[in-house]
């Protein structure tokens, strides 16, 4: 296993397009989590998912995001509409279920909104 | 609302040096504490994770330290390299989905 890989790497868009981002995690685990990081600043929590089901999204994430966790394996964010605020570096993290356990983060996407 | 809080937030030393550095949280309800390293325009690396229960943890030439009644931890870092340069992160983790809430890093500088 090569750990939690994220695709991809960097995206450069135009405002107003739409733009999609795929994470695949460590294969056995149940968690996923998706944060945004700007420059200088920590990662903050977008969404969470445990196996296939959305059970957290933070304020953060505004309607023009969405994000799916088909059959419980990889995921993708998708921002509709991107705006130049949405420039970030976008990660992706997973953990086993249990809550003592250790998160492992992806390489990120870096967006980039002209 | 949890709050994370790292100390300095930027940190300049000559090879060779050891050194330490701190964050701290406002609400002590955590399941563990993490602390990361990132390299500019990358990913998180996992450095070490120290749950709730636990005083400390030590990998190589690093050593974190969780004090939860008073809301700290500390990372010391032995022996600094200029490989050592990145930014470290930490993090503490709780409530139903475990997510992660971050400081905003320190950066660290190890001239040679």
């Known amino acids: 296993d090569t750990g939690v890989s994220q695709d991809p790497r960097h995206k450069i868009t135009k405002r107003g397009q739409n733009v999609t981002f795929r994470c695949d995690p460590i294969s056995e685990h149940n968690r996923l989590y998706w944060y945004r990081q700007t420059l200088g600043q920590g990662p903050e929590f977008l969404t969470y998912?445990?196996?296939?089901?959305?059970?957290?999204k933070s304020r953060l994430l505004s309607d023009r995001f969405s994000a799916e966790r088909p059959k419980g394996s990889f995921s993708t964010l998708e921002i509709q509409r991107t705006e130049q605020g949405d420039s970030a570096m976008y990660l992706c993290?997973?953990?086993?279920?249990?809550?003592?356990?250790?998160?492992?983060f992806g390489q990120g996407t870096r967006l980039t909104v002209v | 609302k949890q709050e994370v809080t790292q100390i300095p937030a930027a940190l300049s030393v000559p090879e060779g040096e050891n050194l330490v550095l701190n964050c701290s949280f406002t609400d002590s309800a955590i399941y563990n504490l993490q602390w990361f390293r990132q390299d500019p325009g990358k990913g998180l690396t996992s450095l070490l994770l120290?749950?709730?229960?636990?005083r400390e943890q030590t990998s190589g030439r690093l050593n974190a330290s969780l004090d939860k009644s008073s809301g700290r931890s500390t990372l010391y870092i032995a022996a600094s390299q200029p490989g050592d340069s990145a930014t470290y992160l930490c993090a503490v983790s709780g409530g139903a989905t475990n997510k992660l809430i971050f400081g905003t890093g320190t950066l660290l500088a190890v001239q040679p």
């Open positions: 998912f445990q196996n296939e089901a959305q059970l957290e």
């Open positions: 993290a997973s953990s086993l279920r249990a809550t003592d356990t250790e998160a492992f």
């Open positions: 120290i749950q709730s229960s636990q």
